[in-house]
């Protein structure tokens, strides 16, 4: 007879070295980005959680602190989507808000009376569901930009997969608030589901680890790196990257407010997919948005500090220079320089040496009014 305790235990083991492997490669890796610690962070977190679940009486949870630990899993769900796949250059404490909520939220219902506890509950599932889905919109709404293959291709698989776990278990919760019909789910069955997760996620995320945690470029920041030495150059990517940088330098296609990758590649005669690789791996950039805001930005630094457009609005300069609306054009100039496009304005300009304008007297007098006439 088969021992379903063994195997269960079995499945959590690799489950916790799975989570504990891929979330110890991004921690140790020296590169400064968010996705290093807020990694490592949510892995330790899914293993809170597979310990959380090992209940042999069917009732009993581990300590607060795991059980915590587990609840946070969903909310750093969301924070790590950002992180791996929006690439923002430094970590933003406040992504890490809807990881605490969710535990305040969990704490209410936990030691709230039996009678009226029902309502936390349904409101703490409820937010989980809405934070996985808006993860999954994070994923979808970057991925026809995203210039780094292996990280295109990981976007639906293994993410897709780890929030229908969480959207299972939270459907679970919300039948049970609900009085619902539902069919639970064994612990093995969460196991195996956990393993397979953890195997997966590691075989993917160590593979793509090095290009998954690269430091991206700042739109208007430093120069970027070298071309790659891995990265064979033929003719026809030669011939790509001429009239690459004829459409970007002298045509400005980058002012067109709807440029897009596919736009940009009919317009250089060139596959789509050789394009992404060449911006990439020649150029440096993971995403097409931040290719395209470097050049926006860059004018727009310059247009910000000609004391000649002083007259001339901070959105009309954007709307020149391709943005669609004054929201992401703030956004994208003060990710690059670290201030408010009004502030480059007043720092950069320099002031007038005549603020005051005055009456010029002159030897000549007045002429005096002929009377005669």
């Given at each position: 007879?088969v021992d ?5 235990t ?5 489950a916790?070295?799975?989570f ?23 892995f330790?977190?899914?293993i809170?959680h597979v310990?959380?679940?090992f ?27 950002y992180?791996?796949f929006a690439?923002?250059?430094?970590f ?9 909520g ?9 030691f ?6 029902r ?8 937010a989980?569901v ?6 999954l ?5 970057g991925?026809?930009g ?5 990280r295109?291709r990981l976007r639906?698989?293994?993410?897709i ?8 278990l ?13 069919v ?10 956990l393993a397979g997760?953890?195997?997966a ?12 945690v690269?430091a991206?470029?700042a739109a ?5 790196p ?19 940088q004829t459409?970007?330098?002298e045509?400005?296609v980058w ?12 317009l250089?005669?060139a ?24 050049r ?8 910000l ?10 959105s009309?300069i954007?709307?020149?220079l ?41 030897a000549?007098?007045?002429p ?6």
């Amino acid at each position: 007879m088969v021992d379903l305790v063994l195997l269960e235990t079995l499945a959590r083991g690799v489950a916790v070295g799975g989570f504990g492997v891929t979330g110890l490669a991004l921690v140790m890796d020296r590169r400064p980005t968010p996705a290093r610690w807020v990694g490592g962070l949510f892995f330790a977190c899914a293993i809170a959680h597979v310990i959380d679940g090992f209940r042999l009486d069917g009732s009993t949870h581990a300590t607060p602190v795991i059980w915590a630990m587990s609840v946070a899993t969903t909310g750093l769900f969301w924070t790590l989507a950002y992180a791996l796949f929006a690439d923002e250059r430094r970590f933003s404490p406040h992504r890490l808000w809807p990881a605490v909520g969710l535990v305040v939220l969990w704490a209410l219902a936990r030691f709230m009376p039996e009678a009226i506890c029902r309502p936390f509950w349904l409101v703490f599932n409820l937010a989980s569901v809405g934070l996985v889905l808006h993860a999954l919109l994070v994923i979808w709404r970057g991925w026809r930009g995203d210039l780094v293959v292996q990280r295109r291709r990981l976007r639906g698989p293994v993410m897709i997969a780890a929030a229908g776990y969480i959207l299972l278990l939270s459907a679970q919760d919300v039948a049970w608030v609900t009085g619902l019909p539902w069919v639970y789910a064994s612990g093995l069955l969460q196991a195996g589901a956990l393993a397979g997760l953890a195997v997966a996620g590691a075989a993917a995320l160590l593979r793509a680890e090095p290009l998954l945690v690269e430091a991206p470029i700042a739109a208007g920041g430093s120069a970027p790196p070298p071309p790659a030495p891995a990265l064979d150059l033929t003719p026809a990517d030669r011939l790509v990257l001429a009239r690459l940088q004829t459409a970007m330098d002298e045509n400005e296609v980058w002012r067109g407010e709807d440029l897009s990758i596919a736009a940009l590649a009919a317009l250089v005669g060139a596959p789509e997919h050789r394009l992404r690789r060449l911006i990439n791996g020649v150029l440096g950039h993971r995403n097409f948005a931040d290719y395209v805001n470097g050049r926006r930005i860059e004018a727009a630094k310059t247009a910000l500090a000609d004391p000649d457009l002083a007259l001339k609005s901070v959105s009309t300069i954007a709307y020149d220079l391709g943005f669609a609306s004054l929201g992401p054009f703030n956004r994208a100039f003060r990710a690059a320089t670290g201030v408010t496009p009004s502030a480059w304005r007043s720092a950069k300009t320099p002031a007038s040496t005549s603020p005051h304008l005055r009456l010029v007297e002159t030897a000549d007098p007045a002429p005096k009014a002929d009377k005669s006439a």
